[in-house]
């Protein structure tokens, strides 16, 4: 794998660049996002590298499942399990994933209207 091939995301689990984390176990790592589409947006990653929803394979369908966990433990401490958030999995160019490493973003702290605008 050449550097290019390396994402910021991976960059991130090796400690390379910092993070604010917000939570972190042995299969996943929460942190909040450099560029926040809301008060609150974190972005939660597994530890094993996996491109998207498209390429997880059935053997990946518990730690799928551990990200979305991860992503309620996230809600409940930052206090927003209560008054509600959105998940999104952003897959492939047209479904508007910018990094090549699967992702849930966890957004809110302020009413989300739909479609998101």
Not at 65 to 94: C, E, F, M, P, W
């Amino acid at each position: 794998m050449s550097r290019s091939d390396v994402t910021i995301f991976e960059r991130i689990l090796s400690g390379e660049i910092p993070c604010k984390k917000v939570w972190e176990d042995d299969n996943t790592l929460a942190f909040h996002d450099i560029s926040p589409q809301a008060p609150i947006h974190v972005l939660v990653i597994p530890k094993k590298k996996i491109l998207n929803v498209a390429h997880a394979a059935d053997e990946d369908a518990t730690l799928l499942g551990h990200v979305l966990l991860s992503a309620r433990k996230v809600a409940q401490i930052l206090d927003i399990d209560k008054t509600g958030y959105r998940l999104v999995l952003n897959n492939g160019n047209d479904g508007g994933q910018t990094v090549d490493y699967l992702h849930c973003h966890v957004l809110g702290g302020r009413p989300l209207q739909w479609p998101p605008g």
